[in-house]
Nanobody, 118 residues
Framework: QVQLVESGGGLVQAGGSLRLSCAAS????????MGWFRQGPGEERDFVATINKSGDTSYADSVKGRFTISRNNAKNTVYLQMNSLKPEDTAVYYC????????????WGQGTQVTVSS
């Protein structure tokens, strides 16, 4: 069982920055692919970014060049640095763990709210 706890959300003005963190339990964090997803009001949950165990990353087109996903395996933590935030980035952000690296996210955090004001 993997437990994920997100933090770092909040209210920010357009153009600002936030860094989200996701702390994971378990001794095998370094072997997991990790992802960030978001769900805006009245919308479905969408992919934002992912990082595999080798550190390779992938991003949704909507955040490419503005967001950066990274991980610190010594701290069992994955981060999402969000720059040049836009009002359309407003959403609940979730981190998720893919233990097998098979694009199957079996474990999810509770989410953290990000609100970007115009």
């Amino acid at each position: 069982q993997v437990q994920l706890v997100e933090s770092g959300g909040g209210l920010v003005q357009a153009g600002g920055s936030l860094r989200l963190s996701c702390a994971a339990s378990g001794r095998t964090f370094s072997t997991y692919a990790m992802g960030w997803f978001r769900q805006g009001p009245g919308e479905e949950r969408d992919f934002v970014a992912t990082i595999n165990k080798s550190g390779d990353t992938s991003y949704a087109d909507s955040v490419k060049g503005r967001f950066t996903i990274s991980r610190n395996n010594a701290k069992n933590t994955v981060y999402l640095q969000m720059n040049s935030l836009k009002p359309e980035d407003t959403a609940v952000y979730y981190c998720a763990a893919d233990p097998l690296g098979a694009d199957e996210y079996n474990y999810w955090g509770q989410g953290t709210q990000v609100t970007v004001s115009s």
